[in-house]
């Protein structure tokens, strides 16, 4: 089994940053992928990043590209999320995931965190 657990929401103005933290812990040896969604009350759980747990390579969704970055540290077993240029459609309740197979997809990843939310106000 594997235990995810979130840390770095909380209020920020429109404009402004924050750095979201996933942290890793139990048999992860076959998640080879680290994700981020998002979710929004009545909404269906939105894709935000991924990274692969072995090369690095990372894919964003269209509303966040440029503007998010994820990140991986091996020696942690953590994997963050770090947000700029806050806009107030990014409010949400935020959920690390990590999964076997790199897909964009919720339903694919296997293990999640408890959420966290992010408040952005303008």
């Known amino acids: 089994q594997v235990q995810l657990v979130e840390s770095g929401g909380g209020l920020v103005q429109a404009g402004g940053s924050l750095r979201l933290s996933c942290a890793a812990s139990?048999?992860?040896?076959?998640?080879?992928?680290m994700g981020w969604f998002r979710q929004t009350p009545g909404k269906e759980r939105e894709f935000v990043a991924i990274?692969?747990?072995?090369?690095?390579?990372?894919t964003y969704a269209d509303s966040v590209k440029g503007r998010f970055t994820i990140s991986r540290d091996h020696v942690k077993n953590t994997w963050y999320l770090q947000m700029s240029s806050l806009k107030s459609e990014d409010t949400a309740v935020y959920y690390c995931?990590?999964?076997?197979?790199?897909?964009?997809?919720?339903?694919?990843?296997?293990?999640w965190g408890q959420g966290t939310q992010v408040t952005v106000s303008s």
């Open positions: 995931a990590a999964g076997r197979n790199f897909l964009t997809i919720a339903g694919a990843f296997e293990y």
């Open positions: 139990g048999r992860t040896f076959s998640t080879n992928a």
């Open positions: 990274i692969s747990r072995s090369n690095g390579r990372t």
